[in-house]
T-cell receptor, first 110, second 116 residues
């Protein structure tokens, strides 16, 4: 089976940097995805890692260590609109299935 | 515009009734998925389909049924056997899997189902 863990909730200040961690245990790993989901809306794709290292895209970066089963999403220069849930998802190569963590609710305060 | 269309946005089910949620995509994706999301929870896989005329049960398939007669369409029926159907239902699609391909999963806007 799959086991994906992320913190339930985090709070950070506008303009600051926040790191959201995700640990996973899975067989047939074929990529880790981060999605952003605002309340009542569909998840939208943020980033993808399949090889170890850091992927940077504007204010968002994502890191992966396959040997440690660990990833993080780094958000810089936080804005109020970044208040949302952030979902970590792992893709299973054998079945092209995606397994999602429970999500981390990020509260950005002024 | 390419994308995934789910309808209706809101749906109410009476006890003992079957209801069907629509999902249509024009992204030419082979794979389609149905997820259920409960308040404050992550996404749980109900059913998925890698190709037309084939589908597989996910982790919580009991009380649900699907069909995949066309590549573009993957409707989900919530049957009367599903005793706790109130949730947010999300449909998603992705292209055929290839090693190290990004193969992003895209989501529809969701259907919120409630029981009367």
């Amino acid at each position: 089976g799959q086991n994906i863990d992320q913190p339930t909730e985090m709070t950070a200040t506008e303009g600051a940097i926040v790191q959201i961690n995700c640990t996973y245990q899975t067989s047939g790993f074929n990529g880790l995805f981060w999605y952003q989901q605002h309340a009542g809306e569909a998840p939208t794709f943020l980033s993808y890692n399949v090889l170890d290292g850091l992927e940077e895209k504007g204010r968002f970066s994502s890191f992966l260590s396959r040997s440690k089963g660990y990833s993080y999403l780094l958000l810089k220069e936080l804005q109020m609109k970044d208040s949302a849930s952030y979902l970590c998802a792992v893709r299973d190569y054998n079945f092209n299935k995606f397994y999602f963590g429970s999500g981390t609710k990020l509260n950005v305060k002024p | 515009d390419g994308g995934i269309t789910q309808s209706p946005k809101y749906l109410f089910r009476k006890e003992g009734q079957n209801v069907t949620l629509s999902c249509e995509q024009n992204l030419n994706h082979d794979a389609m998925y149905w997820y259920r999301q409960d308040p404050g929870q992550g996404l749980r896989l109900i059913y998925y389909s890698q190709i037309v005329n084939d589908f597989q049960k996910g982790d919580i398939a009991e009380g649900y049924s699907v069909s995949r007669e066309k590549k573009e369409s993957f409707p989900l029926t919530v049957t009367s056997a599903q005793k706790n159907p109130t949730a947010f239902y999300l449909c998603a699609s992705s292209s055929r899997l290839a090693a190290f391909s990004k193969n992003i999963q895209y989501f529809g806007a969701g259907t919120r189902l409630s029981v009367l």
